[in-house]
C-alpha cells in the first residue's frame, strides 16, 4: 500500500494532504468533499480532480487544512491535491497537463500580506502624501 504525504500553502492556510490506495473519496477536515461549501471554493478544489479522472478514482485523499480564508485555504487544498497525484502516479503526462492548465496546481503562489507600518493605523502603504501648505 502506498501513502503519500504532502502540503500545499497559499497566504496563512496550510493544507496537509495523505493520499492512499483507495476508490476516489476525498475529505477535508473529515468532511467529504460533495458537502463542502461554499460551491465556488468547491469547484477550484475539483480542478485537480477532474484533470486526473481515471486515477482520481483509485485514491483516497485525506487533507486537513488551517489557517488563512475560504478562498485562500481552497487555493493550498488543491495545490496538495495535485502535489499527490503527480507524485503517486510519477508520470511527466499529469505534471504537464497540470502546468499547461494552471501553473497554480503544482507550483506555491509565494506572494504574501505586505506587513502594515507604524504610525499609519493598521495600513501598508500611504494613501496621499501631506503637503502642510
Not at 41 to 62: Q, Y
Not at 71 to 86: D, G, T
Amino acid at each position: 500500500m502506498k501513502i503519500i504525504h504532502v502540503s500545499g500553502k497559499r497566504k496563512r492556510a496550510i493544507a496537509r494532504a495523505t493520499l492512499k490506495n483507495g476508490n476516489g473519496t476525498v475529505r477535508i477536515n473529515n468532511q467529504i468533499l460533495e458537502s463542502f461549501e461554499p460551491k465556488f471554493a468547491r469547484m477550484k478544489i475539483m480542478e485537480p480532480l477532474i484533470l486526473a479522472s481515471d486515477l482520481t478514482k483509485k485514491v483516497d485523499i485525506d487533507i486537513n487544512v488551517a489557517g488563512g480564508g475560504i478562498i485562500s485555504q481552497a487555493e493550498a487544498v488543491r495545490l496538495a491535491i495535485a502535489r499527490a497525484l503527480v507524485e503517486y502516479s510519477k508520470s511527466n503526462s499529469l505534471k504537464e497537463t497540470f502546468l499547461k492548465y494552471d501553473r497554480h496546481l503544482l507550483v506555491a503562489d509565494t506572494r504574501r500580506k505586505e506587513a502594515s507600518k507604524p504610525n499609519r493605523h493598521g495600513q501598508a502603504r500611504a494613501k496621499r502624501q501631506k503637503s502642510y501648505r
